[in-house]
């Protein structure tokens, strides 16, 4: 198989803090993985792509240095929201490629449900 | 450009009957495409995909689908639906040999008992 796990799956936390996300691949190695955010009733929204001992790739209009991204080995990519606030409850949604495979499908994570009171 | 279109964003039956959810692609290199299934809260399952092999992919659950290129469709298809398949499902092409993925709005699939 090719398993994705995603921690925690659920949280709630005050406004303000910071929140870390991971994304683990347990049975294979993951050059790139993608984060998601999903609002209610709606496709994924790409976030970036996390590429393996580089910087994180942003899509137009996600704030970087609110939504950092670490991907420091090939097994383990981090999202962390800083200065959470209620706007940045969502849904959350890691995925990751298997080695340096093309044309092959992404493995998801089972989301994080993040809550900012 | 890439760009994927389900068509419905809602599609109802009943238990035992069949079920087609539709999508259409728009791709300018030949492209991979996959189908994946959401439960709620939950992330995505993977229920097939084509790389470019056999047209008519069969996946998880029950599920095929058939790449048409002169329609550009990969309509997803089960002969018998089941309470369990309720869920979103997400059409998602990419272009071949870029790791890039577009995704469908989604189409919410209400099974009837």
């Known amino acids: 198989g090719a398993v994705v796990s995603q921690h925690p799956s659920w949280v709630i936390c005050k406004s303000g803090t910071s929140v870390k996300i991971e994304c683990r691949s347990l049975d294979f190695q993951a050059t790139t993985m993608f984060w998601y955010r999903q609002f209610p009733k709606q496709s994924l929204m790409l976030m970036a792509t996390s590429n393996e001992g580089s910087k994180a790739t942003y899509e137009q209009g996600v704030e970087k240095d609110k939504f950092l991204i670490n991907h420091a080995s090939l097994t383990l990519s981090t999202l962390t929201v800083t200065s959470a606030h209620p706007e940045d409850s969502s849904f959350y949604i890691c995925?990751?490629?298997?080695?340096?495979?093309?044309?092959?499908?992404?493995?998801f994570g089972d989301g994080t449900r993040l809550s900012i009171l | 450009a890439q760009s994927v279109t389900q068509l419905d964003s809602h599609v109802s039956v009943s238990e035992g009957t069949p079920v087609l959810l539709r999508c259409n692609y728009s791709s300018s290199y030949s492209p991979s495409l996959f189908w994946y299934v959401q439960h709620p809260n939950k992330g995505l399952q993977l229920l097939l995909k084509y790389t470019s092999a056999a047209t008519l992919v069969k996946g998880i659950n029950g599920f095929e689908a058939e790449f048409k290129k002169s329609e550009t469709s990969f309509h997803l298809t089960k002969p018998s639906a089941h309470m369990s398949d309720a869920a979103e499902y997400f059409c998602?092409?990419?272009?071949?040999?870029?790791?890039?993925?577009?995704f469908g709005s989604g189409t919410k699939l209400n099974v009837k008992p």
């Open positions: 995925s990751a490629l298997r080695g340096n495979e093309v044309n092959q499908p992404q493995h």
């Open positions: 998602v092409v990419s272009p071949y040999n870029f790791n890039k993925f577009y």
